[in-house]
């Protein structure tokens, strides 16, 4: 069946530090492949989004890679500050839509 | 706010009890979504409808009853529910791909 992993144990950084979190996938062939942060008690917020024949996307201090052969994304934020703290959902996605696959997430926490 | 609402924020009640939990978009979109997550899990898909059809149904049980009237509103009716159906139920949003999430109703059955 298909199955996304995250790095079930939370991530503690110190701030200013680049944090790397990783998604790994098998028996799935993502066409899209999509990082949502969520804080406590609250929904998740669509990050980024990042197709399967691009390599890399960034958007200010996040940076996301998509290797289809690895079956991997990792996500990156550099200059990490307190308020990055929060959950990181990896989220694949086919080409017809619908039919999302969240990860569990990976906890992370940013030390001043 | 990412125009996903969510009524109520939270919810306790009893297995005998029947409720409804309600979710409201103003965003455009024509896809709309049930979710139900649990504690250290990945969320769960429950329910899809796209342009207030079901398109896709998780093999939910059958206390679990959805209802889109219209594209911009979206309901999941609760009827004698079971303790290990507390979770945070959260309602999206999509015009293709990417999710909006509204802030999800806590609940609690006991």
């Known amino acids: ?112 | 706010e990412t125009g996903v609402t969510q009524t109520p924020r939270h919810l306790v009640m009893g297995m005998t009890n029947k409720k409804s939990l309600k979710c409201e978009q103003h965003l455009g979109h024509n896809a709309m979504y049930w979710y139900k997550q649990s504690a250290k899990k990945p969320l769960e898909l429950m329910f899809v409808y796209s342009l207030e059809e079901r398109v896709e149904n998780n093999s939910v049980p059958s206390r679990f009853s959805p209802e889109c009237p219209n594209s911009s509103h979206l309901f999941l009716h609760l009827h004698t529910l079971q303790p290990e159906d507390s979770a945070l139920y959260l309602c999206a949003s999509s015009p293709g791909h990417t999710q909006y999430f509204g802030p999800g109703t806590r609940l609690t059955v006991l």
């Not at chain 1, 669509?46 to 996500?75: A, C, G, H, P, W």
């Open chain 1, 1 to 112: 069946s298909q199955k996304i992993e995250q790095n079930s144990e939370a991530l503690n950084i110190q701030e200013g530090k680049t944090a790397t979190l990783t998604c790994n996938y098998t028996n799935y062939s993502p066409a899209y492949l999509q990082w949502y942060r969520q804080d406590p008690g609250r929904g998740p917020v669509f990050l980024l989004l990042i197709r399967e024949n691009e390599k890399e996307k960034r958007k200010e201090r996040l940076k996301v890679t998509f290797d289809t052969t690895l079956k991997q994304s990792l996500f990156h934020i550099t200059a990490s500050q307190p308020a990055d703290s929060a959950t990181y959902l990896c989220a694949l996605d086919g080409t017809g839509g619908f039919k999302t696959i969240f990860g569990a997430g990976t906890r992370l926490f940013v030390k001043a």
